[in-house]
């Protein structure tokens, strides 16, 4: 019987690369590009905690979370706050968190804090609880390569509808013509 040598089952130095990467990159982007089962890439807001990304929506007001099941995987592309081109992708273990569970309040208590325009503040988390999810998304330790290609994809339909632009002659009406003197 030979002993494995010391460290056999220690990581390799790639995979510290690998794990450090995804670290920094998704903690650093307020936005992450994410695909569920069967879905197609959604941007959700996120907060990186205890080694997750971690994201609440599917309630009313809130992000949808198509795709992203339970016990699921997930595909993560992590794109550049600057720039905005994508940095790393990697994939994801889905863990749904209980509501008022130690581990929910925990995530909750900071995703609270990245929250934007919540519309009912301090009441928020109860709301989390009542009618959304959240979510974890946990790094499998398999980084991607990032692909070649631009991955561009027809926006999804929506009833929102933009402005025609106003008529030139409506500034000269509300603001009159400047006099020079």
Do not use: Y
């Not at 197609?40 to 992000?63: F, I, K, M, Y």
């Amino acid at each position: 019987m030979t002993a494995d040598p010391p460290g056999a089952d220690a990581p390799t130095a790639d995979a510290l690369f690998d794990q450090a990467l995804v670290e920094e990159a998704t903690k650093k982007s307020g936005l992450v590009w994410v695909r569920g089962q069967g879905g197609v890439s959604r941007a959700l807001w996120h907060v990186w905690h205890e080694g997750a990304a971690c994201v609440v929506g599917d309630g009313p007001g809130e992000q949808p979370l198509p795709g992203l099941v339970d016990g699921g995987s997930a595909v993560v592309t992590v794109r550049s706050k600057d720039k905005g081109g994508r940095l790393a992708g990697w994939t994801a273990d889905v863990v749904e968190l209980a509501p008022d569970s130690p581990e929910w309040e925990a995530v909750v208590a900071e995703l609270k804090g990245k929250r934007l325009n919540a519309p009912d503040g301090e009441a928020m988390p109860a709301r989390w609880a009542r009618e959304c999810r959240v979510l974890r998304l946990k790094p499998t330790g398999t980084t991607l390569p990032l692909p070649d290609d631009d991955l561009a994809e027809a926006p999804v339909a929506t009833p929102a509808t933009t402005r025609l632009p106003i008529p030139a002659a409506v500034p000269r009406l509300l603001f009159g013509r400047r006099r020079r003197g």
